[in-house]
């Protein structure tokens, strides 16, 4: 027992709970983004709603959010943590080192990336998870013709909601649901809230470039065989098409919606 608390608060053990938490969030981003590419669809937001109300109530994946929120939030402490110890243990800055010299720009500012993100998740969470659960958000009623699969839309009040239903009248499916669709359309039509995601976004990127190789090297995946397409994936497809995707969705809205 002894032997694992000190593991856990060695310099090693604080990178493995780093690496451990990071990898988990990168799993976290790639349901998160499957699940908000449903914004693209020209249904008047029926599908995304739907996913909404499906990732907020069904509970293996309100167990796991959990989790996720736990993740975030030992990440980033454990991030400030070793950040000041590896200050205090180098408490002169030299004007550049040949080793500063040759390290990525990322790897040495990976401090100003986290805040970057800590700064957008607290503002994202702020404008639709808080929003969307304490009922700050719009109400609609979407009914889809069984038989020829359109879709109408119609905005409810207050009083013509009580809580998420589906069901088929007729052939007809009505469903009645909170409108987190329209708070990201309404949200999105702020130019600062966009650039504050595109930036992020770009954060995120060179975060995730450095961060995907680190966490596997931590871990001990640092063979020849493996750092090619460990390389490759933390650069194309965490470094690349995710923030793409992601800052995708506030300029479509801003541009297009």
């Not at 000190?6 to 969030?25: A, D, P, V």
């Not at 069984?146 to 052939?171: I, R």
């Not at 702020?190 to 680190?214: D, E, Q, R, T």
Request: one cysteine or more; proline letters at 2%.
């Amino acid at each position: 027992m002894s032997k694992s608390k000190h593991l856990l608060s060695s310099s090693l053990g604080k990178k493995l709970i780093m690496s451990l938490t990071g990898l988990f969030l990168c799993t976290f981003l790639i349901v998160h983004l499957i699940g908000n590419l449903q914004l693209f669809y020209h249904d008047q937001g029926k599908a995304f709603n739907d996913y909404a109300y499906f990732m907020t109530h069904f509970t293996p994946i309100k167990a796991v959010s959990y989790l996720l929120y736990a993740s975030i939030i030992i990440h980033a402490i454990y991030a400030l943590i070793l950040t000041i110890h590896n200050r205090k243990s180098r408490p002169v800055r030299y004007a550049m080192t040949n080793g500063a010299a040759n390290s990525a720009w990322n790897s040495r500012n990976m401090g100003i990336l986290g805040t970057v993100l800590l700064v957008f998740i607290v503002t994202h969470m702020s404008n639709f998870w808080w929003k969307y659960h304490n009922d700050d958000v719009p109400y609609i009623e979407y009914r889809t013709d069984l038989s020829t699969q359109e879709t109408t839309a119609t905005e409810l009040t207050a009083d013509g909601f009580s809580e998420y239903t589906k069901y088929t009248d007729n052939g007809v499916e009505i469903t009645k649901a909170r409108d987190l669709y329209r708070q990201v359309q309404f949200a999105f039509k702020n130019w600062g809230l966009v650039a504050l995601y595109v930036i992020s976004m770009a954060a995120l990127s060179f975060h995730l470039i450095h961060g995907f190789k680190s966490a596997f090297q931590t871990l001990g995946f640092d063979h020849k065989r493996y750092a090619p397409l460990i390389r490759f994936v933390g650069i194309w497809f965490f470094g690349i098409a995710i923030p793409i995707g992601f800052a995708a969705m506030p300029i479509y809205f801003y541009f297009f919606s």
